[in-house]
T-cell receptor, first 114, second 117 residues
Framework: SQTIHQWPATLVQPVGSPLSLECTVE??????LYWYRQAAGRGLQLLFY??????ISSEVPQNLSASRPQDRQFILSSKKLLLSDSGFYLC?????????????FGQGTRLTVV | AQKITQTQPGMFVQEKEAVTLDCTYD???????LFWYKQPSSGEMIFLIY??????QNATEGRYSLNFQKARKSANLVISASQLGDSAMYFC??????????????FGSGTRLLVRP
């Protein structure tokens, strides 16, 4: 069966420090991968998505970047965190086929920038 | 423009009663999918139910049903026989056109449901 791993679960980082959040998927190949951010009490905002290795699309201009060095690995990074980068970050994946397949989400990373 | 609108920031329901969470969407794409997710306080996103734009019947999954009114562009979630464990945030989401290989989901702002004992 497919599983998605996301770590760390919580993170407190000072302003100006770098960031690296990692997401890996098991049990599937060539998935679409996504990074979402959720501000406190708000909906999910799509940040990046990837349809293949090295292919990254950005949805929102921001202080963050994403990379997909391997088929089932998706990394969210920042060189210098801002206070506004605080939030709940969720990684998700989907199959590349027509159907009713939902997006599967990781457990999320709660990032607090201080 | 908002693609997914959830107008109820918070809702209360008495245990064992039914509740309807509203969702309206905006798209010009004839092919799309509508989803509902539940997010408990732990933060995980739990898939509840899916409705395709070409589906003739309203989707049902156990106590969850989707009241799909295509002409009105609404996809309301109905939870029957509410349980205390249903207290959570609920998100409506849309995925447009299978021709778009991104398959990205666009989410509404959510509705916080509180079930009273």
């Amino acid at each position: 069966s497919q599983t998605i791993h996301q770590w760390p679960a919580t993170l407190v980082q000072p302003v100006g420090s770098p960031l690296s959040l990692e997401c890996t998927v098991e049990g599937t190949s060539n998935p679409n991968l996504y990074w979402y951010r959720q501000a406190a009490g708000r909906g999910l905002q799509l940040l990046f998505y990837s349809v293949g290795i090295g292919q990254i699309s950005s949805e929102v201009p921001q202080n963050l970047s994403a990379s997909r060095p391997q088929d089932r690995q998706f990394i969210l990074s920042s060189k210098k965190l801002l206070l506004s980068d605080s939030g709940f970050y969720l990684c998700a994946w989907q199959y590349l086929e027509v159907g009713t397949t939902e997006a599967f989400f990781g457990q999320g990373t709660r990032l607090t920038v201080v | 423009a908002q693609k997914i609108t959830q107008t109820q920031p918070g809702m209360f329901v008495q245990e064992k009663e039914a509740v309807t969470l509203d969702c309206t969407y905006d798209t010009s794409d004839p092919s799309y999918g509508l989803f509902w997710y539940k997010q408990p306080s732990s933060g995980e996103m739990i898939f509840l139910i899916y409705q395709g734009s070409y589906d003739q019947q309203n989707a049902t999954e156990g106590r969850y049903s989707l009241n799909f009114q295509k002409a009105r562009k609404s996809a309301n979630l109905v939870i029957s026989a509410s349980q205390l464990g249903d207290s959570a945030m609920y998100f409506c989401a849309m995925r447009e056109s299978w021709m778009d290989s991104s398959y990205k989901l666009i989410f509404g702002s959510g509705t916080r449901l509180l079930v009273r004992p």
